[in-house]
């Protein structure tokens, strides 16, 4: 029993920290953008948050772990709504008596560390489709893409699906420890389909579709929120080991803080040489590519190992982020390069490095890639496309160039720094 209590507290710990990187990623989605849509952002992760957790407790956990068995496709089963451990005997143990999860933890705590990794998703979207996207639009997309896109991506592998079992070759098993696809590129995947439906934001590219810097109003407040993005990483990839054990949280925070160090200096490094200046927000960019990058394979590199990996991600986010550019895309965050660019890579670097490299691995890791990304794609095309062809999913060119604070909610962000204010 003290066993579990230690662990039991620690994982609590880490919901706590993942719990309090929305507000990081509120603050880094604020800080890029323009003060008149502040209010209309903080909304947005607010719902987020809320309607995440209450989709993850009608039916999102039990979609996520549905109790996969030998014979089941492994592709999709329901347990059923609400989180009610049924014929369980308590929190403590499953239903044969055995310990549940282990006994590493509760029944509660597993719900409650889940349910924050559940509304990521969405609100890594809502940064790559900020400043112009109808609130109505963006709320019944995340109701239902958190609601079902994401539990049934993560049910393939850590709900003991398909994707655990692949084989190719000896290797069997995709592995991404913390998230790298089933949580950033699940998001990433939606970023993507979204800002190539939505358009982007009025005056972003010039007559000659060159792209234009649309500065955020708050760069101060958008590095508090990637400082305190990389703190709540702690529980994002430290809980991810699923117990208190010195060994493997140790390693865990080392090899993630690490690859953060690593991917801002190589996103510093790279976009000073290319651009001639020092770019706060590349930097900051790229410490978030460095965490995105190593969460796949957190508990199986060594320190130089992820710094190597930290290093490279810094590096294509310079590069995705120019991508972007060039194809026309609008993300005023840079949330596609960080999550869905860094997130294939560090899904990947687990077939390159680490105690699991190989070829084998690294096929099962791409084709992995590949059947997440498909069936994301696939997904958020059919929620957007028809929420563009009913509803509309685009503000108006006015609305757009007065803000969507003061049409979509009426109030200020800084009332008494409005400007032409007497």
């Not at 008596?97 to 559940?118: C, H, K, R």
């Not at 990996?309 to 995705?320: F, K, N, P, Y």
């Not at 999550?339 to 990947?348: D, K, Q, S, Y």
Request: charged content about 10%; overall charge negative.
């Amino acid at each position: 029993m003290e066993l579990l209590t230690t662990n039991n507290v620690w994982m609590m710990v880490c919901t706590a920290l993942v719990f309090f990187m929305h507000l990081g990623f509120s603050f880094l989605e604020i800080g890029l953008t323009r003060q008149k849509n502040t209010i209309n952002i903080l909304f947005k992760n607010v719902f987020i948050i809320c309607i995440g957790l209450l989709m993850y407790y009608i039916g999102g956990f039990n979609l996520m772990y549905p109790g996969f068995v030998e014979g089941d496709a492994g592709f999709l089963k329901f347990a059923g709504f609400g989180i009610d451990p049924g014929d369980m005997p308590n929190v403590f143990t499953n239903a044969d008596g055995t310990p549940y999860a282990d006994g590493g933890y509760t029944w509660w705590t597993d719900f409650l560390f889940q349910g924050m990794f559940a509304a990521t998703a969405a609100t890594i979207v809502s940064g790559a489709v900020a400043e112009r996207i109808k609130l109505g639009a963006f709320m019944i997309f995340t109701i239902v893409y958190v609601g079902l896109v994401y539990p049934i991506v993560g049910s393939w592998q850590w709900g003991s699906g398909f994707l655990s079992t692949l084989k190719i070759g000896e290797t069997i098993g995709f592995h991404d420890f913390a998230g790298s696809t089933l949580v950033h590129s699940v998001g990433g995947w939606a970023a993507l389909v979204a800002v190539g439906l939505l358009g982007a934001r009025i005056g972003k590219f010039s007559s000659e579709g060159k792209a234009q810097a649309i500065p955020g109003h708050n760069i101060p407040v958008a590095a508090a929120g990637v400082l305190i993005l990389w703190l709540g990483w702690f529980g994002f990839n430290g809980g991810s080991v699923l117990s208190a054990d010195p060994a493997g949280t140790s390693l865990v925070l080392v090899t993630t803080c690490l690859a953060a160090a690593a991917g801002g200096i190589g996103a510093f490094v790279l976009s000073t040489i290319l651009y001639k200046n020092y770019d706060l927000t590349m930097f900051l960019n790229g410490i978030l590519g460095g965490l995105v990058g190593i969460t796949a394979g957190a508990d199986l590199m060594s320190p130089n190992e992820a710094v190597i990996i930290g290093l490279l991600a810094g590096i294509i986010i310079v590069l995705g982020v120019a991508l972007i550019d060039r194809l026309k895309l609008d993300d005023p965050v840079g949330a596609i390069a960080v999550h869905l660019i860094c997130g294939i890579w560090g899904t990947l670097a687990v077939g390159i490095f680490g105690s699991k490299a190989g070829i084998d691995q690294f096929l099962v890791q791409g084709l992995s890639v590949l059947i997440v990304g498909g069936f994301c794609v696939l997904c958020a095309f059919i929620i957007i496309f028809t929420l563009k062809k009913t509803i509309g999913i685009r503000v108006s060119e006015k609305e757009e160039i007065d803000g969507l604070d003061s049409h979509e909610h009426g109030m200020d962000a800084y009332p008494d720094f409005r400007l032409n204010q007497h």
